[in-house]
């Protein structure tokens, strides 16, 4: 699924007013490797804002 410039955008102010990091998540999570986005089983990288909708997926609801 393709996520808009619109979402995009929404998602990025998500991150700014709640104090997320660049992933959305806590400011303070460290990750193994440096990056949440590496698929391990197929060796490629997830999209970032993919990422983030799987894990906060009511951020694609209209508000």
């Known amino acids: 699924m393709s ?5 995009k955008q929404k998602i990025d102010a998500w991150i700014k007013k709640e104090g997320r990091n ?3 998540d806590a400011r303070d ?3 193994a ?3 949440p986005l590496f698929d391990e ?3 490629k990288l997830k999209d970032r804002y993919e990422y983030i909708l799987s894990r906060h997926p ?3 609801e209209d508000r």
């Open 29 to 31: 999570t460290v990750y």
């Open 3 to 7: 996520v808009t410039d619109e979402l």
């Open 58 to 60: 009511e951020l694609r």
């Open 22 to 24: 660049q992933y959305g």
């Open 41 to 43: 089983r197929s060796a």
């Open 33 to 35: 490797g440096g990056t």
